[in-house]
């Protein structure tokens, strides 16, 4: 508990839509994950569970600095109880789409959404790929009744801010409790 008070102050950004009668009636009940796919240039963003490459999305997740040693299943375990989102360097003349960007979302499609593992694989860094994927899933139909989406970012704050986010004005009120105990080297 007292290393975890020590951690950085990585800061909590929320974003606070939907006034309540916004809310769509009957409330949205989702029975299955939507496909859906956008295209942008030489890229393909898509919802397409089978399209994910736990090869390069566990490559990047095991050195990023919020899971340094997550292990495959731990990410591939992650993915199935979430909603993936994969960003695919697709040009025609490419015969399959390659991953080179992911996030996930958790919500109960209600309340609240919590975005994770944003990230863009360096060689596309810079085009406005990030931006696109968050937006994207922001604007997702399987979340439009979310009244507030959260994140926490030690230093891509510029990236969700052009997006809507803001520091948590209210993060006082928040508590956590946590278990994380690292995930060695496995
Ligand atoms: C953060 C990340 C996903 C951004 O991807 P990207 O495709 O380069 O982002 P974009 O090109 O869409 O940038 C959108 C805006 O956010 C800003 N931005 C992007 N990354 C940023 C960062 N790390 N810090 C501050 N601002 C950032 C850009 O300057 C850009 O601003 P602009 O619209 O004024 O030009 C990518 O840098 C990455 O994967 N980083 C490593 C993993 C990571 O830190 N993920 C976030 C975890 S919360």
Same mark, same amino acid.
């Given at each position: +508990?007292?290393?975890?008070?020590?951690?950085?102050?990585?800061?909590? !950004?929320?974003?606070?839509?939907?006034?309540?009668?916004?809310?769509?009636?009957?409330?949205?009940? $989702?029975?299955?994950?939507?496909?859906?796919?956008?295209?942008?240039?030489?890229?393909?963003?898509?919802?397409? !569970?089978?399209?994910?490459?736990?090869?390069?999305?566990?490559?990047?997740?095991?050195?990023?600095? !919020?899971?340094?040693?997550?292990?495959?299943?731990?990410?591939?375990?992650?993915?199935?109880?979430?909603?993936?989102?994969?960003?695919?360097?697709?040009?025609?003349?490419?015969?399959? %789409? $390659?991953?080179?960007?992911?996030?996930? $979302?958790?919500?109960?499609?209600?309340?609240?959404?919590?975005? +994770?593992?944003?990230?863009?694989?360096?060689?596309?860094?810079?085009?406005?790929?990030?931006?696109?994927?968050?937006?994207? +899933?922001?604007?997702? %139909?399987?979340?439009?009744?979310?009244?507030?989406?959260?994140?926490?970012?030690?230093?891509?704050?510029?990236?969700?801010?052009?997006?809507?986010?803001? %520091?948590?004005?209210?993060?006082?009120?928040? @508590?956590?409790?946590?278990?994380? @105990?690292?995930?060695?080297?496995?």
């Amino acid at each position: +508990m007292s290393q975890d008070l020590a951690e950085p102050p990585d800061q909590l !950004w929320a974003i606070h839509p939907a006034a309540e009668d916004d809310l769509a009636d009957p409330p949205l009940v $989702v029975a299955a994950r939507t496909i859906k796919e956008w295209r942008r240039g030489d890229y393909l963003l898509s919802t397409d !569970w089978g399209r994910l490459d736990f090869d390069v999305i566990h490559g990047f997740l095991k050195g990023a600095y !919020w899971s340094p040693g997550i292990p495959r299943a731990t990410v591939e375990r992650a993915a199935r109880h979430s909603l993936p989102f994969g960003l695919y360097h697709a040009p025609a003349a490419r015969a399959h %789409p $390659v991953q080179v960007g992911y996030a996930r $979302v958790l919500t109960d499609y209600v309340g609240i959404a919590y975005l +994770m593992d944003v990230f863009v694989l360096a060689p596309h860094r810079g085009h406005g790929l990030g931006r696109w994927l968050v937006e994207t +899933m922001l604007a997702f %139909p399987d979340f439009r009744d979310v009244r507030a989406w959260l994140l926490r970012s030690r230093d891509a704050a510029g990236l969700y801010e052009r997006s809507g986010f803001e %520091p948590l004005a209210d993060g006082r009120h928040y @508590r956590r409790y946590s278990r994380h @105990r690292g995930y060695g080297r496995g």
